[in-house]
């Protein structure tokens, strides 16, 4: 295919989701895409006169971003449309634009480019050619429609092998490192920075935590290790601290003492050592993604022995929020939405919710046949997304756990399998990492909220991929077991 071919308006095709992201796609043929515009605000000048009269500037103030409008054109035929059925609907909706210069139209799934626009709705409809007293032409309806900023634009991707002396398992990454504009210091754009947490050799050997550097291209083990001999750092998070950042690390379970976290604000020179309380041996993170960070005063972590932990000072100190009450197996992930609603999943099939922050937990409803859940996103006040240890199935639930549903036949669904990690973007984009008993890994990303997924093609080998950080709908690092003799790291970018 020809990289550099300009594509054209009959590649287009158009996809509306009535019901919102996770539900059933409905091809729009025969409907014509007029302009889309997408207002990003405006500025106005702050100005003053200097001592000479003339005008200097000192800033300026933006206004928010406008409504997004476009337009969709349709041939009318006898029965009711798409479009018509959504014209008094108080319900947003979603308009997907796909471009696929192979044609193949009528296939979410076969775009070399396409962008959504969320929460949509109708704002006008004209009826053109309904009758006329002379001339025959065709019946037409404009439909007007406006939709939220931001419309997100979505490509396919490639992926690459990054260079790392590691030569053990990377079990976490992570990346806190946000944008900043040249007039508040060094020009910096998101994800400029990574950490990731490391196995530990036997003893005397201790876990590295390597810091990515130059969007994730560059890798090496900070200066100091935080962890004694032996242990494994199993989860990895940062955040903003003060005027810099906090690195914090969770230690595996230990089998004869209590779990530790250890944080860092300077980027791995030195590290302090925290208890997380006063459990008993044996507690700590098992899995990658079992500590989640909201802020400096958020702060969660998922433990063996049916432990849910939270701090409210940058890892400083830490309290049970659940003392092995609802369950006694290990908790696997722990993911919050916002700093009331929670989910967490245990290597038993449990998963567990909170929507006040924690101060109580309770068990919901089953997932059926599922006994190993491993991963957890929560990516609205209503859905939640799990996978399991056990049979590469990923669940969702639409009423935050009271019933799940299977999403069975998602592109490369496989039996004998382990979905290690997710990270959602957006109730829209949501990546996640699965493992074949081979092991083989694979990563999937969605942009429909999780009705169809797709694979990221061409990825180099691997011996199981363990975590997944998604920097935006287009671009995400994963990380894994060795292949090699060296950890494996994997950047994903739009092709190019």
């Not at 932990?309 to 092995?324: I, K, L, N, P």
């Amino acid at each position: 295919m020809n990289k550099d071919a300009i594509l054209t308006a009959k590649n287009g095709s158009l996809f509306v989701q009535p019901d919102g992201p996770n539900t059933a796609l409905t091809w729009l043929g025969c409907h014509g895409l007029g302009t889309v515009s997408a207002p990003k605000g405006t500025g106005t000048l702050l100005q003053c006169f200097d001592e000479d009269g003339v005008w200097e500037t000192h800033g300026e103030t933006r206004t928010p971003p406008g409504m997004i409008t476009s337009q969709v054109t349709i041939a009318v035929k006898k029965t009711m449309s798409v479009l018509e059925a959504l014209e008094n609907s108080k319900c947003k909706f979603t308009l997907y634009v796909n471009s696929d210069p192979c044609g193949r139209l009528n296939n979410f799934g076969g775009y070399a480019r396409g962008f959504a626009l969320p929460y949509t709705s109708v704002s006008q409809v004209d009826d053109t050619g309904a009758q006329h007293h002379r001339d025959d032409t065709e019946y037409t309806q404009l439909f007007s429609m406006e939709s939220w900023p931001e419309r997100f634009r979505y490509f396919n991707l490639s992926p690459e092998r990054q260079a790392t002396t590691s030569a053990l398992a990377l079990n976490d990454i992570f990346s806190c490192a946000p944008a900043v504009c040249s007039e508040c210091g060094e020009a910096k754009n998101a994800c400029e920075d990574y950490y990731g947490a490391s196995d530990s050799a036997a003893g005397p050997a201790t876990a590295d935590i390597l810091h990515g550097t130059n969007y994730g291209i560059t890798w090496a083990a900070t200066a100091t290790d935080p962890f004694g001999a032996g242990l494994h750092a199993m989860a990895i998070r940062c955040f903003p601290w003060g005027s810099g950042t906090r690195v914090l690390a969770g230690m595996d379970a230990p089998a004869a003492a209590q779990g530790m976290v250890a944080y860092s604000d300077n980027a791995g020179t030195t590290w302090t050592i925290v208890n997380i309380g006063g459990a008993a041996a044996g507690h700590g993170v098992v899995h990658g993604g079992g500590i989640f960070v909201l802020d400096a005063y958020h702060i969660w972590l998922a433990s063996a022995a049916g432990y849910i932990y939270f701090s409210d000072d940058g890892g400083v100190t830490w309290t049970a929020q659940e003392a092995g009450v609802i369950a006694v197996t290990d908790y696997s992930q722990i993911d919050f939405l916002d700093k009331n609603i929670g989910a967490a999943v245990t290597d038993a099939g449990i998963v567990i919710t909170t929507q006040n922050g924690g101060i109580s937990w309770e068990a919901a409803t089953a997932v059926t046949g599922v006994p190993n859940l491993m991963s957890v996103e929560v990516v609205s006040p209503n859905r939640i997304w799990v996978g399991t240890a056990a049979t590469g199935d990923i669940w969702y639930s639409e009423d935050f756990g009271d019933t799940w549903n299977v999403r069975a036949g998602w592109d490369g669904g496989f039996a004998a399998a382990s979905i290690s990690d997710f990270h959602a973007v957006s109730e829209h984009v949501i990546w996640f990492t699965a493992n074949t008993a081979g092991p083989v890994g694979a990563v999937y990303r969605t942009v429909n909220g999780g009705f169809t997924w797709e694979a990221v093609a061409d990825l180099p080998t691997n011996a199981g991929l363990n975590a997944v950080f998604a920097c935006s709908e287009n671009s995400a690092v994963v990380v894994g077991e060795p292949e090699g003799a060296l950890a494996v790291i994997i950047k994903i970018e739009p092709q190019a």
